[in-house]
């Protein structure tokens, strides 16, 4: 079955890094649409970024752009979410998702995602 594995999450403070990883098995990696999203305490689940299959075309949300970067490695089935200049409001629960469609040509923010990791707690102390 798909699993989906993320890791990378930590306490930083503001204006610092952190590189989220998302490892992916049980799909075809390199033919699935992926994303980026997060929920902090009492809030919805939010989108953050997304990445086309090829990793050619990437998507951001306005509150994370300029300062995140969603990248593919297709040869290791990874995902990743480079983050700087982080501020107290990224705190949250980041999750990894692949689209449900392979080659979806209508990827991104409003995409079915259908396989989801477990999550990766960030937190951003001030």
């Known amino acids: 079955q798909v699993q989906l594995v993320e890791s990378g999450g930590g306490l930083v403070q503001a204006g610092g890094s952190l590189r989220l990883s998302c490892a992916a098995s049980g799909l075809t990696f390199s033919s699935y649409p992926m994303g980026w999203f997060r929920q902090a305490p009492g809030k919805e689940r939010e989108f953050v970024a997304a990445i086309k299959w090829s990793g050619g075309s990437t998507y951001y949300a306005n509150s994370v752009k300029g300062r995140f970067t969603i990248s593919r490695d297709n040869a290791k089935n990874t995902m990743y979410l480079q983050m700087n200049s982080l501020k107290p409001e990224d705190t949250a629960v980041y999750y990894c998702?692949?689209?449900?469609?392979?080659?979806?040509?209508?990827?991104?923010?409003?995409?079915?995602?259908?396989?989801w990791g477990q999550g990766t707690q960030v937190t951003v102390s001030s």
């Open positions: 998702a692949a689209d449900a469609v392979p080659w979806n040509l209508g990827w991104g923010s409003n995409s079915a995602y259908a396989y």
